[in-house]
């Protein structure tokens, strides 16, 4: 059968029996999303048209079949990523199955995983950090809180999350330090450089009370509602500012986080001092960025070397 009418083949009506039964089972158990469901249903029912064009079953299906099965996505080009999740959905359509006594032994069981390679986090270059910290208008309470705001992630490095939920009693002006709950509750001092400070005095002073008119807050940072900026209106303001500064590269919320670190390592940081400054409880995860540190010397070397 050719690969075209494989392609066009639609799955029988006992077969989406057996793929219904099964989300309704996975739904009942785990309350999936929609979307959840939704690709398990397009992965299964794929692959029952795929078995179908030689007159196989889901059910029936071997190791070899689906391992085939697989190959032919990887050569149609389906990227390792999408081979996962389909060996995932395959993997929990089949131990359902043997959980119910239809089949005796599951197929999916002894094929690998292929393997994932780390996405590189972005990060700006120190040229663009500066035109981004630039963009807001101080001169205004919210531009100046915004400032203040993107001065602290950048010099300390934190988490989206943790700068928002930030309250005046986490920050020590005078030791120049800023005590962060970050993830699994767990609490690190990091040094936030005199810049940081400045903008912070500046916003404490000018700008804060202007913006809470006179009602109270534990938040450092807040909005003209007197109440704590939350992470989708940072992440607004964030896109809104790199427009400004004619900053055209894809950003994330944790941009100004990945850039921190990564400007240390160009600076000739250790990386435990790196691991603790982010707060990563393996530095495995910390590692991620001496990659995105060679990628930027390999990028300088080529543009400045004469055989580069």
Known sequence: MDSQTRSTATPSAS????????LDAIWMENGLSDNTLSAYRHDLQALASWLQCSDLTLVAARRHELSEYLGARLQKGSSSRSMARLLSSMRRFYQHLLREKTISEDPSARIESPKLGRPLPKALTEQEVEQLLAAADVGDPLGLRDRAMLE???????????????????????QGVI??????????LVPMGEEAILWLQRYAAEARSELLHGRISDALFVTRRGGAMTRQAFWHMVKRHARQAAINKTLSPHTLRHSFATHLLNHGADLRALQMLLGHSDLSTTQIYTHVAKERLKEIHAQHHPRG
Do not use: H, M, P, W
């Open 15 to 22: 077969e989406r029996l057996i793929i219904d039964n099964f």
């Open 152 to 174: 602290l992630l950048y010099a300390c490095g934190l988490r989206v999350s943790e700068l928002i939920s930030l309250t005046a009693l986490q920050i020590n002006l005078r």
């Open 179 to 188: 005590r962060v709950t970050g993830k699994g509750n767990k609490e690190r």
